[in-house]
Nanobody, 115 residues
Framework: QVQLVESGGGLVQAGGSLRLSCAAS????????MGWYRQVPGKQRELVAT???????YYLDSVKGRFTISRDNAKNTVYLQMNRLQPEDTAVYYC?????????WGQGTQVTVSS
């Protein structure tokens, strides 16, 4: 089992920045991919960014150039640096980890961007 605990959400004005953190614990060996999803009420959860254990990254088109995902393997933590935030980035952000075909989720952290 893997436990994921997110932190770093909050309220920020448009143009501002936030950094989300996700700490993994438990049976964390062989976690291959970690990432961030987001969801707004009434819509499907969407993939924002992922990073593999060897550092390959993926970004949703709308966040490219504004968001940066990184991973500290020594701390078993993944980060999402979010710059130039826009109101449309408002959502609950969920951390995600994949291990041997099993997917784990964090509890989510609210990000609210005011205009």
């Amino acid at each position: 089992q893997v436990q994921l605990v997110e932190s770093g959400g909050g309220l920020v004005q448009a143009g501002g920045s936030l950094r989300l953190s996700c700490a993994a614990s438990g049976t964390i060996f062989s976690i291959t991919v970690m990432g961030w999803y987001r969801q707004v009420p009434g819509k499907q959860r969407e993939l924002v960014a992922t990073i593999t254990h060897i550092g390959a990254m993926y970004y949703l088109d709308s966040v490219k150039g504004r968001f940066t995902i990184s991973r500290d393997n020594a701390k078993n933590t993944v980060y999402l640096q979010m710059n130039r935030l826009q109101p449309e980035d408002t959502a609950v952000y969920y951390c995600n980890a994949r291990q041997s075909g099993t997917v784990y989720w964090g509890q989510g952290t609210q990000v609210t961007v005011s205009s």
